[in-house]
């Protein structure tokens, strides 16, 4: 084994998990490269023996599967006229004829790839390339145990090593993986800092994998140390197993740790293990029974000894058998024969397990329930530690199964292209699905449904032809090595069910190195296995290098996450210059919605103005994309500077419903053109009609004329509580400009209004929203001079801890400022301190504490407050305030640097000959 060799190969195994999990595309390039070098050293070694029965490689079916979907990746980027185009992928064309047609780029002399997204697909077969490289250089390399020993070894190490230095991170308080070299943005939750994984997921089957593979090695070692240093590092990587709040992963763990234990038992305690004539080849004796393997010669059908051709793995035994020390191999021996004719009570409990059927179903479903409970329990308790913590919001499998089967539907025979299903999605997406059309979706959430929708029906066979491998390799297997490697290979498969960790480099690339593997040990014993020419492997290995040479630049420069970086370049070039820039732009792009949204926002905000062209991108981007929120927000606001309020109507509450933060957007375009009316009579988004209520000033200046209009709102939705709570502030509003004037007659008038609102909604939603009702019943009781009744309500309100906190507040602040209450308001003050949350209201309080202490003499106090108002929300009057207090004070520095802070705006400028009569105090101090 030479050393030379084997550096190379162990980083390609030990860094995708650190360079961020193998999730970007520069990775992509970085260990596709890696790999085809390793390759071209092994090529080299292979070319350089000096017989030519040596000169030859293996190619597996494995190798021929993973190699015909990488060719039919390849297809997928292959430019096709539009012809051939229309006839093989109908729907493909038909988005192409929708966006490139629309700028003359789908004419007969122009060809377009069956790819929904080309850049992403191109990234995709790099990293796919990465795959097959390392598959094929371990199907070539790891044709002696040790040889695979030692790769699992490097592999459990570096998973130990990650483990090591994600909790050293975690204990620090470092965010960033490897110590703040790097930088990852997940939005899931995880209890571990610096995970370089960009899901807590793919670090779980990470972890699994890794687990695993310590079974095998505790099993075939004989040295009392190792095997107890296995067993370590077993019970490290199952406690991080647990910690990563994988219920699954733990889950199928156990489910793996069953299985080895089967085929365990199955060697120990098998039925003909008494007949020396019967004894299998599968089942010798365990290396840590201490009997040599080179002793243990199988036997034929007749009794006599089976002699195996001469072959490196015959050699390989007999030199670790010469290698072990005599004296130790005797004791054990010893010791084995003595616990053969004297059992050990475990050994005695597991026999009666194993020979009975339905205790070992017992078993398997007892641990399998333990490990379950176990996960679960973990999971919750750091919820619990940690209750602020929340769960983003993933895909189930029925979910990913909706989604792949409706791709599948809509492009059977060559499938959406490898990547695209981010851009393919949005247009068969609804608002009730778990994306509701957003692009956030970069893949389906299963490894298993995703070549469904990346290759259509013919995934479908590709993943049938991985099973049925799968289920060969089995029955190949000789021996706990073998069997302990398949067992986390398949663990690892059977966990991505829901996950998808195998498609990214950090996880899958030990996956593709140890089934190349044990594809190569089982090919080891069969001397019949056909053999390839060298020139085949280096004709491989160019392919791969000119792969990576096309794909990585191009995947890198067009990414689909930076089509808003590209627009900024179409939208600045000139004029003469921005079309041949936008039929670049599409080329690329040429299924998302995002372009034609940037489009849509350019002709309807352009000088001047292209309502038809506008119009037109929208139609094109909501084809793409039918709940784009930003399309329908713009058309809205074309539609409305054109004067067709119903279109516009529609438009703006199609925004809001599929994107509630734009309520505050579409409100501002309603009011701006006012369509308060329109809204509030053919709207079917409640939220935007209670958002034009709060801020139209139609409704300010003409309130019975806009409360009349709220009327036919509540026929058309009569159990809507957000129309009775504008309602009612509006009527308020009213009423306390009414109180103010001293007018009886408006005072009595919005008093009996505000009366039938609240009994309104007593009667149609009784009790439904009692804090509510108590601060209406405040309002009320305020209007009727009764102070205490409506303190008594208000403080209901504010004590409750609900939305409605601040509303009370604020009219209890009223009414006791007022009427100069101030030992009501320091209580008041006190109550309130820490109840709310936001910056913008927290600052207010203690702005209005700060001004109270303030008149109350405490200047000190006061000056605190004004410093917590200041650091909350800088606004130029609490700054203004906090200067008073330190001149009152006799700080003239602390006065004089806030006015020279002040000063500098137009507003301000009358403190200039205050600042010129400070200074010379400011030289005292």
Known sequence: MSTWFVLPLTLLLVLPPFLLGGVHTLTYGALGGLACCVAALLGWRIRSRSAQLHQSIYLSPWFFLFAAAWLFTLLQLVPLPPGLLSTFAPETYKVFQNTLGAVGLLDAGSWQALSLAPPETAGKLARDTAFLVAFLVLLQWAHQRARVRLLMSFSIMSALSLCGLVSFQTLVGIERPLLGLAKVQSTNPSLFLGNPFLNPE??????????????????????????????????????????????????????????????????????????????????????????????????????????????????????????????????????????SRDPKPVWKGWKFIWQRPILRVVFAVAVLMLGYVVASGVQSTIYRLSPSSKLAHTASFADSLSMTTTLTSHYPLWGTGRGATPLAWPRFASLKGPYQGKKTVTHVESFWLQPLADWGLLGVVFLLAFLGLLGLTLMRCRGMLERGLWIALTVLFLDNIGSFG?????????????????????????????????????????????????????????????????WLGVKAAKPQQRKAALQRLLKHYPSDYLVASHLTEFYARSNPWKPKEAIAWSERGLFLNPTAPALHLYRGYVFARLTQSKQAVE????????????????????????????????????????????VSPKCQKQPTVCLTWTAGAH??????????????????????????DDDDDNVQAWKNKLQSTLKALQNRLPKAHPNFESLLKGFLAEASADVASAREHYNRVIQSNNCFQWDAFQAQYHLLAKRGKTGALQKLFERVRHSFRQPKRAALVAYREAIMLRLMGKLQESLVRFGSATQLDP????????????????????????????VKQKQFEYLKPEIKRLKPFTLVQ
Request: aromatic content about 12%; charged content about 20%; some cysteine.
């Open 651 to 694: 438009s703006l509450s199609q925004a809001v419903l599929y994107q509630p933060k734009l309520l505050k957007k579409a409100a501002q375009v309603a009011v701006q053109f006012q369509l308060e009316r329109e809204i509030l009579h053919s709207s079917k988004s409640v939220p935007l009609l209670a958002q034009v209520l709060k």
């Open 202 to 339: 793919h670090f779980s089957s990470f972890l699994l994998f890794n687990t695993l593979l310590t079974l095998p090695l505790f099993i075939n070692n004989i040295h009392t140390r190792e095997r107890l240093g296995w067993a370590t590092a077993f019970g490290i990587l199952f406690v991080f197993l647990l910690l990563s709040m994988s219920v699954t992963s733990v889950v199928l763990c156990c489910l793996g740790v069953l299985m080895f234990l089967g085929f365990l038992g199955k060697r120990l305690f098998a039925e003909q293990e008494d007949d020396p004539t019967q004894i299998d080849p599968a089942y010798a004796p365990l290396p840590f029974l201490n009997i040599s393997p080179a002793t243990a010669q199988p036997l034929s059908q007749d009794g006599a000894i089976k002699q195996y051709p001469s072959s490196q793995r015959a050699q390989e035994v007999e030199a670790e058998a010469a290698s072990e020390p005599p004296k130790k191999r005797r004791l054990f021996k010893k010791n084995y024969q003595r616990s």
């Open 715 to 740: 026929k058309r939705f009569p159990k809507e509580f957000l129309l009775y709570r504008e309602q009612a502030f509006l009527q308020w509003k009213q009423l306390r400009a009414a109180l103010q």
């Open 502 to 566: 195998l498609a990214h480099l950090g996880v899958g690339i030990p996956f593709a190195m140890f089934l190349g593997s044990l594809v190569r040990l089982q090919y080891n014993r069969d001397e019949e296995v056909r053999r390839y020419s060298l020139n085949s492997y280096l004709g491989i290995l160019g392919v791969a290098f000119l792969s990576l040479a096309f794909c990585i630049p191009y995947a890198r420069k067009y990414p689909y996450t930076n089509s808003a970086g590209h």
């Open 875 to 902: 606004q130029n009057k609490y700054w203004l305030g906090m200067a008073n207090v330190c001149k009152q004070l006799k700080q003239y520095r602390c006065t004089v640097r806030i006015y020279n802070r002040l």
